[in-house]
Structures are given as C-alpha cells and as structure tokens.
C-alpha cells in the first residue's frame, strides 16, 4: 500500500490547516495519525476505525479533528485548528491493516 500525505505548510500561529493521507483503492480498518517534533520522538495524536470512532492525545483534542472521507474511503483527514508553535512537527498518517507509514508532511508554525 502505497500511502500519499499532504497539506501541510508555513502557518502563522492561530491559523488552520487540513492534513490528508490517501491510499488510493485501500479501505483501512484504523488510520492513525502521529506527529514527530524536531529532535523528539514520533507520537501517536489520534485515530479513526472505519466505523468512526475517533480517540485523540489529551494534549490536541480540542484542536484537532480526525476524519474519513464519507465516499472513497481511502483518505483520512486530520484538521488542526488554533495552530501553536509548539505544533511544528513532520505528520505521518498510518493505517491499518498492513501497518503502512505515509512519507510524512511538514507543518511548521510560526509565532
């Protein structure tokens, strides 16, 4: 499975952005998404089951949304809101089955 992330960027703290991650023709059971800040480790953020269930890190509930295109189903979307600093991170989506990693996308906030 070949996985496609995209949509980050340069954002001004406060802004918004929308993460995507497409596995063109693959119906996942559970997309993760994690995030790796600079000289720190990779850590899970949230997921989503492809009932809909989310589950979110305490620490971006309220800012982040994880979800699930409705018709194609091969894309997972994590919106992040009120973007911070502290934010800056390379995000890889994963999804499962097959445990396969996206190339990562860059979101960097500046203050």
């Known amino acids: 499975v070949q996985l496609q992330a995209s949509g980050g960027g340069l954002v001004q703290a406060g802004g918004s952005l929308r993460l995507s991650c497409t596995a063109s023709?693959?119906?996942?059971?559970?997309a993760d998404w994690y995030r790796q800040a600079p000289g720190k480790q990779r850590v899970w953020i949230a997921s989503i089951t492809n009932s809909g269930s989310t589950d979110y890190v305490d620490s971006v509930k309220d800012r982040f949304t994880i979800s699930r295109d409705s018709a194609a189903k091969d894309t997972v979307y994590l919106e992040i809101n009120s973007l911070k600093p502290e934010d800056t991170a390379v995000y890889y989506c994963?999804?499962?089955?097959?445990?396969?990693w996206g190339q990562g996308t860059l979101v960097t906030v500046s203050s």
């Open positions: 023709g693959f119906n996942f059971i559970l």
């Open positions: 994963r999804l499962n089955p097959g445990d396969a």
